[in-house]
């Protein structure tokens, strides 16, 4: 969890607590995560923001994603919600591997 600088405007300790207390809140959350995962498309590219997403973008999200995962272990409804989410999280994982070299 120590790629998360100080400066971040992403806090880990924020969201870690969230997942913890509530996972399935962090679920509702999840497809906005994984997005962070793969390259911007043309209708994001078009928006205010600039370039591609970073590999720090991508590491951050990886992170909330591994935080979710491991509270969610505990939490009966947040195990469904994982396997609700399966083939869109493997979805995205499949991608990630085929655009690695782009990165």
Sequence with gaps: MGRFPANSSLKLKLFQTVFEHCPCIGWSVLKIVLKCFLPKT?????SKEEGSRSNHQRLQ????????IKFS?????????????MTLMTSVIC???????TW
């Design 42 to 46: 043309k209708s994001e590219e078009d």
């Design 61 to 68: 999200a990886i992170e909330l994603l591994a935080s979710l």
């Design 73 to 85: 272990e505990k939490d009966a409804a947040a195990r469904l919600l994982i396997a609700e989410n």
């Design 95 to 101: 991608k990630v591997v085929q655009t690695s070299e």
